[in-house]
């Protein structure tokens, strides 16, 4: 088993393709294609300005103790060093960002990658705390649990049943090393 960072692809025959992914078809599974065509980004954007939306609807209900702008911030930037490490890092690794290429040129495994196998995603639901937390209406608190929902029950599955195929047995030992989330 190489000890690298980021293994070379494995070669398939699973005939996965792009067409096969937009229609919404993975493996025996049928998911919602509309899911996985926008991007996890945009799903957060997405339910920051619904949370916003019923918030300014309600008046914008705070949470006893909340808005705390300095801890909100915080969370805000904090939220911003793992997806931004992990693309530069995926950039030097001469691999694909887009969670819904057909394949990935590397499985890569360090960096923050080392502590997380989503950091991306985590950075995303972190950054929408950070949001409810530093606006601190109730009703913002929805988009973090959206965009953790999303990532955990559409898009996290769909990768890691690709990297499965892809990469067999070293994904596998990556899988029992380290956590989905943390």
């Given at each position: 088993?190489p ?5 070379s ?10 067409q096969?992914f ?9 998911v919602?294609s509309?899911?996985l065509?926008?991007?996890?980004p945009l ?7 619904i949370s916003?939306?019923i918030?300014?609807c ?11 702008m ?6 805000v930037?904090a ?28 499985l890569?495994t360090?960096g923050?990658?080392?502590?997380t ?6 950075g995303l639901?972190?950054l929408?705390?950070?949001i ?16 953790f929902a ?30 989905r989330?943390v």
């Amino acid at each position: 088993m190489p000890t690298d960072s980021a293994a070379s692809v494995k070669t398939t025959s699973s005939g996965d393709s792009r067409q096969d992914f937009l229609t919404g078809k993975v493996g025996d599974h049928m998911v919602t294609s509309m899911m996985l065509k926008l991007p996890p980004p945009l799903w957060a954007v997405i339910y920051v300005l619904i949370s916003a939306a019923i918030s300014w609807c309600l008046g914008w209900p705070k949470v006893p103790g909340l808005p705390a702008m300095p801890v909100g911030i915080a969370l805000v930037v904090a939220a911003l060093i793992l997806p931004v490490s992990a693309i530069f890092l995926f950039r030097r690794e001469h691999t694909e960002i887009d969670p819904t290429s057909p394949t990935n040129r590397r499985l890569v495994t360090n960096g923050p990658y080392r502590f997380t196998r989503n950091p991306m995603y985590f950075g995303l639901v972190i950054l929408t705390l950070g949001i409810a937390v530093w606006v601190g209406a109730w009703p913002m608190f929805m988009a973090p649990l959206a965009a953790f929902a999303t990532a955990n029950w559409v898009h996290i599955p769909f990768e890691e049943s690709k990297m499965r195929r892809q990469f067999g047995a070293l994904y596998d030992d990556y899988v029992r090393r380290v956590r989905r989330w943390v």
